[in-house]
């Protein structure tokens, strides 16, 4: 592939990195309507919330400080940049090196802890509780995370992720079937507990006390609440392409690699939807055991490859 072409498919990538998000939270609805036997909301509805919201002011408690404001911000930029770091289609990473999961997993780190942040700024008792359970979660969810990866880096030989997604995966499921196998599974809970969705949380509920991610957003309205949505349909659409990579890799030929990539990613949000469709949330002491249970798998596949 010549440079100039090179250019123009990593442009259009980030192109799509920027737009396809809120539909999959369409896609995730949609699917769920049919469960349901509704007709549902539009698949393009979020970007109608998205641009309602944008339309509106922001209200600001006298009590929170500059951290309330600076949370969606940052969150959104940290969890794009993540976005850099991940090779979608045929297309290389727009930024890639040795050890980028690393950055990869601590940049949603960043994104939850500015949230967790404006959320405990604004003084509620409320929002601190659902502060103090996302940082409980996420302390089992990001060692299963990393786990993931490091199986990923072993099958492929390789620490970059444009690397770990690219073309070793193939021969790495040759060799690694059950170990890669065991850790797509795993990386599935934890893009569920990852993006507050059923059975870890309910991203619709809004007055119940077993929510988690939800009650941290609750002072947070007009373009803030834009930037807290957008990041978390970014932060969905992110595990999508992981999975989508590493279950489907990446067909022969440039327009082969961009349909599978996406069909991958649209499987990926019918998935949660029938998830949230055929499963109760789980009582919330039961989520560590999940997530410690993602982790196990991940070890497991992690001593297959050792062996």
């Known amino acids: 592939m010549t440079p100039p072409m090179l250019l123009l498919r990593t442009l259009l990538h980030l192109a799509a990195l920027l737009a396809v998000p809120p539909l999959l939270l369409g896609v995730v609805n949609r699917t769920k309507s049919i469960f349901a036997g509704r007709a549902g909301p539009p698949l ?40 850099l770091l991940l090779s979608m289609g045929g297309a290389p990473a727009a930024l890639s090196f040795a050890g980028d999961f690393v950055l990869f997993a601590y940049l949603l780190g960043l994104a939850r802890f ?12 409320f929002e601190g509780m659902g502060a103090a359970r996302e940082v409980t979660f996420a302390s089992l969810a990001e060692p299963a995370l990393f786990l993931c990866l490091l199986v990923l880096a072993r099958a492929t030989g390789t620490l970059s992720l444009s690397g770990m997604l690219g073309p070793a995966l193939p021969g790495a499921w040759g060799t690694a079937a059950p170990a890669l196998l065991l850790a797509a599974i795993s990386l599935f809970v934890i893009a569920l507990a990852e993006n507050s969705r059923i059975p870890v949380d309910d991203p619709n509920t809004h007055l119940e006390l077993t929510m988690i991610h939800e009650v941290m957003v609750l002072d947070h309205g007009g373009p803030d609440l834009a930037f807290i949505l957008y990041g978390a349909a970014l932060k ?18 440039a327009l082969a690699a961009e349909a599978l990539f ?21 009582r919330i002491v039961r989520v560590p055991q999940l997530l410690v249970g993602a982790s196990v798998l991940s070890v497991f596949a992690l001593v297959l490859l050792l062996r």
């Open 44 to 83: 393009l509805q979020p970007y109608f919330d998205l641009a309602k919201l944008l339309r509106k002011g922001a209200v600001y408690s006298r009590t929170t400080t500059w951290v309330f404001r600076a949370g969606p911000i940052v969150g959104l930029a940290a969890v794009a940049s993540a976005g």
């Open 114 to 125: 500015f949230t967790a942040l404006a959320a405990l700024d604004t003084g509620s008792a």
């Open 236 to 253: 969905l659409f992110l595990f999508g392409a992981i999975l989508s990579r590493l279950v489907l890799g990446r067909g022969d030929g």
């Open 262 to 282: 996406f069909l991958g990613v649209a499987v990926f949000a019918v998935a949660v939807g029938v998830v949230e469709s055929v499963m109760a949330r789980l």
